[in-house]
């Protein structure tokens, strides 16, 4: 079982930035795929961006203002959120994808992002 663990989230003001990490378990972690989905109060989860070994995703709805990294040596992703409005407002969720003979999913509990003045 993998253990998923997000932190960093709380209230910040329009424009401000804010910087969420991504904890998860496991000797493979640099073969995770790792990631980040919001939900925001009475909405759909909605994919917000992916990091690979090898390459970085985003939605349109972030582009240009979120950046997603990751250290391996700390089993750590990192979501950079700059720039940000109201709209970003939601609970923010890590998910790992592990594949091995399958592919499986881990969820983190979540983070509050409020983006509020």
């Known amino acids: 079982q993998v253990q998923v663990v997000e932190s960093g989230g709380g209230l910040v003001q329009p424009g401000g930035s804010l910087r969420l990490s991504c904890a998860a378990s496991g000797r493979t972690f640099s073969t995770y795929v790792m990631d980040w989905f919001r939900q925001a109060s009475g909405e759909e989860r909605e994919f917000v961006g992916r990091?690979?070994?090898?390459?970085?995703s985003y939605a349109e709805s972030v582009k240009g203002r979120f950046s997603i990294s990751r250290d391996n040596a700390k089993n750590t992703v990192y979501l950079q959120m700059n720039r940000l409005k109201p709209e970003d407002t939601a609970v923010y969720y890590c998910?790992?994808?592990?594949?091995?003979?399958?592919?499986?999913?881990?969820w983190g509990q979540g983070t509050q992002v409020t983006v509020s003045s």
């Open positions: 990091i690979s070994s090898s390459s970085t």
């Open positions: 998910r790992a994808k592990i594949v091995t003979d399958d592919e499986y999913y881990y």
